[in-house]
Nanobody, 125 residues
Framework: QVQLVESGGGLVQAGGSLRLSCVAS????????LAWLRQAPGKERELVAA????????YYGDSVKGRFTISRDNNENTVYLQMNNLKPEDTAVYHC??????????????????WGQGTQVTVSS
């Protein structure tokens, strides 16, 4: 059974930092792109950041560029999201996900094959 389990969410003041982790189990994800997507109340799910299998190819949403950093450890089947200078508009449920699709499909939530249950990030002003 494939599982993606996120951790690291919480409540933080604006300007603060959080580090999200997602551990994958049930199968190796060395050849998959891993990503973080978020969904705020009343909004569509959006791609925050993605990293390909080698860690060389990265994607960041415009709203998080320069503040968030995605990384992965293939030996540990883990993907991370370091979030700095958090803003109230970053408040959302953050999900990790895995896809076998190429970069052109990364921004489409429907292209992801596996999902975690999500972790809440709340940024107070």
């Amino acid at each position: 059974q494939v599982q993606l389990v996120e951790s690291g969410g919480g409540l933080v003041q604006a300007g603060g930092s959080l580090r999200l982790s997602c551990v994958a189990s049930g199968r190796p994800f060395r050849t998959n792109t891993l990503a973080w997507l978020r969904q705020a109340p009343g909004k569509e799910r959006e791609l925050v950041a993605a990293i390909n299998w080698s860690g060389i190819r990265l994607y960041y949403g415009d709203s998080v560029k320069g503040r968030f950093t995605i990384s992965r450890d293939n030996n540990e089947n883990t993907v991370y999201l370091q979030m700095n200078n958090l803003k109230p508009e970053d408040t959302a449920v953050y999900h990790c996900a895995a896809t076998s699709g190429g970069p052109s499909s990364w921004t489409a939530p429907m292209k992801y094959d596996y999902w975690g249950q999500g972790t809440q990030v709340t940024v107070s002003s």
